[in-house]
């Protein structure tokens, strides 16, 4: 596709269930970035990927977060023991490369709604 | 740290008419780059326009220019004729070369209401 897609679009869980959300990058970029956004935060920088590897974690809010990506292309972000504070939209973008002045173009985000 | 604080939770305007979006930033840096985002009831963060430090001139893209003062640390949005398909979220969101590393820094949001 042209652009960069996330699955699921909306996802409700409840308290204490796992989750997984995916990211489709544009293809032939390289970099890709996971970024969430709720109310009382704003948008906040999770983590970031340069092909399969993660440089940057620094921003993953605990370690029931976990990241991974697979042949420089798929993300799948993984919540697990899900919090009621988890609840936001999850955003993902890519950039051709890490540089500094490369824009980054996002998906539609997964909204998650923990019960 | 950096930070971007945009200082209008919400705007309104009239459709044709012109709005300016504010946006302020800290940065001890002299090269980076700024964005500014949109973002519809979609969600979908959409790119309006961008603006490298390093450039006196002022960035536009159509409808959509900034006015970028370095010295003041100020890159604010005009949206000119505005439509009704104006009517989103802006974000304006920083980098920098060295200390942003991978992430984009963001503000707040101005809320931008189009009355027809």
């Known amino acids: 596709g042209a652009g960069v897609s996330q699955s699921p679009s909306n996802k409700v869980t409840e308290k204490g269930k796992d989750v997984e959300l995916r990211c489709d990058p544009i293809s032939g970029h390289t970099a890709l970035y996971w970024y969430r956004q709720s109310l009382g935060q704003g948008l906040e920088f999770l983590i970031y990927f340069q092909g399969n590897s993660a440089p940057d974690k620094s921003g993953l809010p605990s370690d029931r977060f976990s990241a991974e990506r697979t042949g420089g292309s798929v993300s799948t972000l993984t919540i697990q023991r899900t919090q009621q504070e988890d609840s936001a939209v999850y955003l993902c973008a890519s950039s051709f490369s890490r540089a500094y002045q490369e824009t980054q173009y996002f998906g539609p985000g997964t909204r998650l709604l923990v019960l | 740290a950096q930070t971007v604080t945009q200082s209008q939770p919400e705007m309104s305007v009239q459709e044709a008419e012109t709005v300016t979006l504010s946006c302020t930033y800290d940065?001890?840096?002299?090269?980076?780059?700024l964005f500014w985002y949109k973002q519809p009831p979609s969600r979908q963060m959409i790119l309006v326009i961008r603006?490298?430090?390093?450039?006196?001139q002022n960035a536009t893209e159509n409808r959509f220019s900034v006015n970028f003062q370095k010295a003041a640390k100020s890159f604010s949005l005009k949206i000119s004729d505005s439509q009704l398909g104006d009517a989103a979220m802006y974000f304006c969101?920083?980098?920098?070369?060295?200390?942003?590393?991978?992430?984009?820094?963001f503000g707040e949001g101005t809320q931008l209401t189009v009355n027809p």
């Open positions: 940065t001890s840096e002299s090269d980076y780059y």
């Open positions: 603006q490298e430090a390093y450039k006196q």
């Open positions: 969101a920083y980098r920098g070369r060295v200390t942003s590393g991978s992430r984009l820094t």
